[in-house]
């Protein structure tokens, strides 16, 4: 069908001045200049400004690439910084955690020795306060039992000694005790 069709266009162009396959030295010319003019045109106001709008849109892709380059180089360096310093904060908060440990150990130690010290030294006092009373007491006893001794003795020997010399006496006498 389509060759029919081309047949009929043939045959019906070959009746007029000539067919759409006739070689014409006129047309043939003036299509040709006319093609030299249109490319003088486009070479002179188009294609400069096609090529260097291309260059400089190829320009801006490289500078592009190059700077996300550039960026993605940065962004690594400062990924790596940010871990070391990272890194060097973890290390010091366990340097300052195992500080505040070992302080802590000073501090329960110190006040445990302060705490043994200050109840060694009121058990001392204690002791020595007990044993003034415990004296004090004794002495006390000592001299009721003398005062006793002594007006026992006075009542039952009052005719032959006095009270000054029986209280000496008893007085030596419970010395001598105490000394043994």
């Known amino acids: 069908m389509l060759a029919k069709l081309l047949f009929s266009f043939i045959a019906l162009s070959d009746e007029g001045n000539g067919g759409l396959l006739d070689v014409n030295p006129?047309?043939?010319f003036w299509s040709l200049i006319t093609f030299i003019i249109l490319m003088y045109v486009l070479t002179k106001f188009a294609w400069k400004p096609i090529l260097n709008f291309l260059s400089e849109r190829e320009n801006?892709?490289?500078?592009?690439?190059?700077?996300?380059?550039?960026?993605?180089?940065?962004?690594?360096k400062l990924i790596e910084a940010n871990k070391?310093?990272?890194d060097k904060a973890e290390e010091?908060?366990?340097?300052i955690i195992a500080?505040?440990?070992?302080?802590?150990?000073?501090?329960k130690s110190q006040m445990l020795q302060e705490s043994n010290a200050e109840a060694k030294?009121?058990?001392?006092?204690?002791k020595i306060e007990i044993e003034r009373k415990n004296q004090e007491a004794f002495n006390q006893m000592k001299d009721q039992i003398a005062s006793i001794?002594?007006?026992?003795?006075?009542?039952?020997?009052r005719e032959n000694l006095d009270g000054a010399k029986q209280k000496k006496l008893v007085n030596k006498y419970l010395d001598d005790l105490s000394k043994n």
Do not use: T
């Open 26 to 28: 006129g047309l043939m």
């Open 121 to 126: 030294k009121r058990i001392d006092e204690a």
């Open 149 to 157: 001794a002594v007006e026992a003795a006075e009542k039952i020997i």
């Open 99 to 107: 500080q505040s440990r070992e302080y802590a150990e000073k501090l």
């Open 84 to 86: 070391a310093n990272l």
């Open 60 to 76: 801006l892709i490289k500078e592009s690439l190059e700077k996300a380059e550039i960026a993605k180089k940065e962004a690594e």
């Open 92 to 95: 010091e908060a366990q340097k």
